[in-house]
Nanobody, 114 residues
Framework: VQLVESGGGLVQPGGSLRLSCAAS????????MSWYRQAPGKERELVAS????????YYSDSVKGRFTISRDNAKNTVYVQMNSLKHEDTAVYYC????????WGQGTQVTVSS
């Protein structure tokens, strides 16, 4: 099983980034896919998730209206489009797959700074 995140980097406040997570080694379409983040000194928190049917989504209050999660089951990939980024969005972002068992990616750093 592999979850490989990409798309992180340094962006100015108000900017945008799109993270991708390429999955392999399991039946991607059956799994709920999520993005978590962990800032220095803080616990890992759920940012957004999307159900296996590509219909139901969840967003934390801190990102609602700014982030959009999507998935492409044909490409075994989940995305999160992050707009209007703020300093407090700075964190390592992790992709996660869950269906009974939970898998994690290695994380990608997002830094929002001027």
């Amino acid at each position: 099983v592999q979850l490989v995140e990409s798309g992180g980097g340094l962006v100015q406040p108000g900017g945008s980034l799109r993270l991708s997570c390429a999955a392999s080694g399991f039946t991607f379409s059956r799994y709920t896919m999520s993005w978590y983040r962990q800032a220095p000194g803080k616990e890992r928190e759920l940012v957004a998730s999307i159900g296996s049917g590509d219909v139901s989504t969840y967003y934390s209050d801190s990102v609602k209206g700014r982030f959009t999660i999507s998935r492409d089951n044909a490409k075994n990939t989940v995305y999160v489009q992050m707009n209007s980024l703020k300093h407090e969005d700075t964190a390592v972002y992790y992709c996660s797959a869950a269906w009974g068992t939970r898998y994690w990616g290695q994380g990608t750093q997002v830094t929002v700074s001027s």
